[in-house]
């Protein structure tokens, strides 16, 4: 699954760095929980919440359904 969730920031980290940031991938838990670290303008951004919620875990449950949630650390 680790692969999988890389595949799909891999898509993602565009649009983030156009706009200065950036995501790594930290962890993939064996329950389903993607930890990942907003770097850049999104690590300190106010919007960054809804970037996780509505761009990140969104994009990463719609292509693995195994995922249950998307955490930043």
Do not use: F, N, Y
């Not at 898509?11 to 770097?39: F, Y």
Request: glycine share 8%; net charge positive; proline share 4%.
């Amino acid at each position: 699954m680790k692969k999988k969730v890389k595949e799909v920031l891999e898509k993602i980290k565009p649009s983030l760095q156009a706009h200065g940031g950036d995501v790594e991938l930290v962890e993939v838990t064996s329950d389903g929980i993607v930890k990942v670290r907003l770097t850049g303008a999104c690590g300190c951004c106010p919007m960054s919440q809804m970037t996780l919620a509505m761009g990140i875990e969104k994009s990463l449950k719609e292509e693995i359904p195994e995922i249950k949630k998307v955490e930043a650390v």
